[in-house]
């Protein structure tokens, strides 16, 4: 079996030691050779320009192609396309078209009344400055807010025809949620790459919060299998082995393309891409 391709997600640093940890995490994954790496926008798009300060400085520190993320989030449609217009012009061509969470304290996403409606809207305007290759996202299990899987996939449809070229879904714990997704997709219609969301599992408590908030499913098995890893004090093994494991399934069944939510905790990705046999090149000098 050949090695994946695969791509890694960072969020920007809002302290110095995050700095730190940020840029470690970029030492250690680039010379695994990624296809590409992303960084975040925070909720409701509070990290606006920490993430063009890390996109930018990341590209040009590595060379690495960086996407950035760009929500519709409390933004007028000219402040959005300006920052689209700051990427391409700094050389940042690849974007994650989303449309973002909800501000802190707010139930629910609203658009901006002179902003972007959803993210149909903002991939249209993107695509139409043929300027960017645009990613967007997608949820293997129902999104909080859909009606069901089936109106999930109609609406990422939409976004790949509105011209996005490649979906990336929502993290999942079990092959078999991204697999029955992914033949869902193609019996829609829908042939661009869905690449599946892998989350390396740094710490349970924090993955089953984030899962709640997410939609994700949680097996009982898994959470039974943390619980007595806990008590053995062999948690990050377990979280190495299942993650491997979650991978490999995905590759033998025909999956290209691995895409992991780093959370700037760089060694369990690393390891369970080493384990997938992913040889790194030599590492980057550090940034003076």
């Known amino acids: 079996m050949t090695s994946p391709a695969v791509s890694f997600e960072f969020f920007p640093p809002q302290s110095l030691e995050a700095s730190f940890r940020l840029w470690e995490t970029v030492q250690m994954l680039a010379p695994l050779r990624p296809d590409f790496v992303s960084v975040t926008y925070g909720a409701g798009g509070t990290t606006r320009k920490l993430t063009h300060e890390a996109v930018t ?36 061509t690849d974007l994650v078209a989303l449309r973002g969470d909800a501000p802190k304290g707010a139930a629910r996403f609203t658009a901006h009344p002179e902003g972007f409606a959803d993210t149909v809207e903002l991939i249209e305007a993107l695509a139409a400055t043929g300027k960017f290759t645009l990613r967007v996202g997608a949820y293997p299990e129902k999104h909080p807010e ?28 079990e092959a078999e949620t991204f697999l029955r997704f992914r033949d869902a997709c ?63 399934t995905l590759l033998q069944e025909g999956v290209e393309n691995l895409h992991f939510y780093t959370l700037n905790r760089p060694h369990l990705t690393r390891d369970v891409c080493h384990a997938l046999g992913l040889v790194p090149e030599v590492a980057l000098e550090k940034v003076a």
């Open 146 to 173: 859909a009606a069901d899987t089936a109106a999930d996939i109609q609406w990422l449809k939409r976004k790949i025809e509105a011209g996005a070229t490649a979906a990336i879904t929502q993290f999942f714990f």
């Open 57 to 92: 400085t990341i590209g040009k520190a590595t060379g690495l192609r960086v996407a950035a993320h760009l929500t519709c989030v409390d933004a007028t449609r000219a402040e959005t396309m300006e920052i689209a217009d700051s990427y391409a012009a700094a050389g940042i």
């Open 186 to 248: 193609a019996d829609a219609g829908i042939t661009a790459p869905i690449i599946p969301g892998i989350l390396p599992i740094e710490n349970w408590e924090g993955t089953k919060r984030f899962a709640a908030r997410c939609g994700t499913s949680v097996p009982h098995w898994l959470d039974e299998a943390f619980t007595t890893a806990r008590r053995d004090g062999r948690e990050e093994l377990l979280a190495t082995a299942l993650c491997t494991e979650l991978c490999d």
